[in-house]
């Protein structure tokens, strides 16, 4: 038999995360969406929920119970919240686990601790590149070996770059095709220029240009094994397919209760066919946009080859969090497109997910 119904543990996950989405990051949303910054205090209640640390090996300070599944929940209710924020409190995960899935022993021992120490640190990973044929399994930057090192040369972008990181997550091709390599963020040659986009205004995201950037060969992910290039793609899409659900919800639910207030000729225009309709419609496309995020992510906690999954739960996922956060902004009518309502900023953090790469892992 086929149960959708989380566990107990996860329903209370996901009620905790539901409150402090509610509670904490909506409340935020729009003052980070104009300022450009998030709160350290704000990271700082993240961290003591343990939304990565608790995933993340007890060898190392964790709390062993990583679960793609869990993850996903977790990324759709911060996401309700807020997309930049939701993308801010799990940035430990692009580093974190990438190292604990693939990385050394050496890696692990050195990197790992500090996500589960008393203090948020943030992780980055440099997987989007500005080229019209981009290609994540294929790489345009390159790493040269070149005796003990390797050499990284090459471009990025849409690179969280929150301050408080050392280390950022660079896929790259080298002589055995897509790897990963742990790269410091204040390596010479490494230049960055600040990103000024459409959506994600409140997560400080970056165009990194490596310049013959020379790093110890030990700081291959992996060192000399497979990096797993592929696995952080399809985690990465499985968690954006999360959050691109969560913010599909969060506008369908704007939509919908305006839509019992708003009155026109006497009565609550949700009672107009057009609008019922179209809020129906909408319930229909996050449901099942949030079915395949499930499976994949299930597939994921089975060992299960995922890649077609992934990359189905989010196309879809991605064109649904669009098409949902535009029709709010239609059925809020004027008061959809002026900024003291949320579903304008809902709009143009959907319209993101087109050109997002792993801004999450699961």
Same mark, same amino acid.
């Not at 329903?11 to 409340?27: D, G, K, P």
């Not at 060992?303 to 879809?316: H, K, N, S």
């Given at each position: ?24 990051? /909506?409340?935020? =949303? /729009? ?14 209640? =993240? ?31 911060? =996401? ?131 310049? *013959? ?67 129906? *419609?909408?319930?229909?496309?996050? *449901?099942?946009? /949030? ?34 956060? *535009? ?36």
């Amino acid at each position: 038999m086929i149960d959708f119904e989380p566990s107990e543990e996860q329903q209370l996950i996901v009620e905790t995360v539901r409150q402090f989405a509610a509670n904490e990051v /909506r409340s935020l =949303a /729009r003052d980070c969406d104009e300022s450009g910054k998030i709160p350290d205090s704000l990271l700082a209640q =993240a961290h003591e929920l343990g939304l990565t640390a608790n995933a993340l090996p007890e060898a190392y300070g964790g709390g062993g119970e990583r679960s793609a599944v869990t993850q996903a929940l977790i990324a759709e209710e911060l =996401a309700w919240g807020d997309l930049s924020l939701a993308v801010a409190l799990l940035s430990p995960t692009l580093l974190a686990f990438p190292v604990a899935d693939q990385g050394s022993e050496a890696q692990k021992s050195e990197l790992l601790g500090q996500f589960a120490g008393a203090h948020f640190v943030p992780g980055s990973i440099a997987l989007v590149e500005p080229r019209y044929d981009f290609d994540p399994f294929k790489p345009h930057c390159q790493a040269r070996r070149d005796g003990d090192s390797y050499v990284l040369s090459g471009e990025k972008c849409f690179v969280p770059w929150q301050d408080g990181g050392a280390t950022t997550l660079v896929t790259a091709s080298d002589e055995a095709g897509a790897a990963a390599f742990l790269v410091p963020r204040n390596a010479d040659g490494l230049e960055i220029e600040r990103e000024a986009n459409m959506g994600l205004r409140g997560l400080p995201t970056v165009e990194l240009e490596l310049r *013959d950037v020379r790093i110890p060969a030990s700081s291959r992910l992996g060192g000399g094994a497979e990096s797993g290039v592929r696995s952080i793609i399809n985690r990465g899409r499985v968690g954006l397919s999360a959050m691109a659900v969560g913010v599909a919800r969060a506008a369908f639910e704007i939509a919908r209760d305006y839509a019992k207030q708003r009155e026109a000729f006497g009565v609550p225009i949700a009672t107009k066919q057009a609008i019922a309709f179209k809020l129906a *419609d909408m319930a229909i496309e996050i *449901d099942g946009a /949030r079915l395949l995020a499930w499976e994949a992510a299930w597939r994921l906690d089975q060992g299960a080859e995922v890649t077609r999954e992934a990359t189905l739960a989010y196309q879809r996922a991605s064109q649904v969090a669009l098409t949902v956060a *535009d029709g709010a902004v239609q059925v809020l009518g004027g008061h959809g497109y002026i900024r003291d309502y949320l579903p304008e900023m809902h709009l143009r953090n959907a319209r993101g997910f087109a050109n997002f790469e792993a801004l999450t892992l699961v």
